[in-house]
């Protein structure tokens, strides 16, 4: 115990010296002279405002960013008078990861180089390049989208991205810990609700129904196979979903996602393929009664043959069926002007393939030192293994 206290206040003097230097506020902010407070609670959490910023590809519908473009003359032209960019770093002391009983520095664990905006009316792209867990870097969201296509409520997005995005984005979560049902890649599938390519539409309705359709490659965003495809098959996979607002306090939604993928073979007399067609299905909410937020996710997911075994195999087991859900309880206490905030994840999977078999408990707890520097400190225990592991450090982002 006086060791994790040691760790805990080391790793808040030096979150505090280095955050003490830092006051330059991210690209968007920036590009309308505003706070990051007007689109996030506390950052990167979006907001509503934010939400619908983001939607519109990075554009206030009701004021202009003055001097954004250059006067080139040409109105078939549209540059932006200075790239935004904007730099996103994490630093934690850690003990007890992956039940090693070690302390460790993972500092830097997480830099991102961010940019993003509108490149002309109702067009907009967004790229970062990551540096994660002392990895080569990758780039991983990378899209472009256009807005209001035909004058209508249709957007497309074309690129790279995340396909649990229209439910509840990673990215801008909270807590260290993940939502893992997104991540959960059954034997030797590739498919899985995280990053893919492909191209997504949404289309909103007055009455506060979304509608999302998204047709994606289903073999995530590794590198590109010899062919010079980055799909490894002739196949595209579904995903459809639709969200109603019911009230002020509750969003209620629904997803269903159709995928079928190819692994290639070759002996000493033949090539040949073998396949894996596999379905989800989940639901999701959100309920808001402030100063508390309330988020749930459920994911059923059943393959037929993800270990890729001809079907004639002796003894080879198909239909393999896995769950699993999260449930996240954001606390801000004063609203927007928390300086303290907490957040409880729960996850929890279950599979015929034992080794997914996972449950966690997490407890988040984050002092906004500066709109866009956070403090935090994260316990998680481990159901299914039996541990606990500890982390504190800061999140900042300019």
Known sequence: MKKILLLTLLAFIITTIIASDIFAIPAFARKYNMTCKTCHSPFPKLKPYGDEFAGNGFVLKDQDAPRYFVETGDPELSLIRDLPLALRLEGYVTYNQSNTEKSDFTTPILFK???????????SYYVYYILENGEAGKIEDAWLMFNDVLGSELDLTIGQFQVCDPLFKRELRLTRDDYYIYKVRPGASQVDLTYDRGIMLTYGFESGTDLALQIVNGSGIGEGFFDGNFDNDKY?????????DVGEHLRLGAMGY??????????ETENFSLDNE????GGDATISFDPIELNLQYVERNDN?????????????????????FAEMVYRPNGDDSKWYAVGLFNWIESDFSDLNFKTLSGHLGYVFRRNIRLVAEVNYDFTHEYAKFGVGFITAF
């Open 305 to 325: 043959d993800p270990l890729f075994y001809s079907s004639a195999e002796i003894g080879h087991i198909t239909n393999i069926a896995t769950r699993g859900a």
């Open 278 to 281: 596999l379905w989800m299905i």
């Open 113 to 123: 180089l961010l940019t993003g905006g509108a490149i002309a009316k109702d067009v």
């Open 258 to 267: 159709w995928g079928r993928e190819v692994q290639k073979y070759s002996n």
């Open 236 to 244: 595209k996979n579904l995903m459809g979903r639709i969200s109603q």
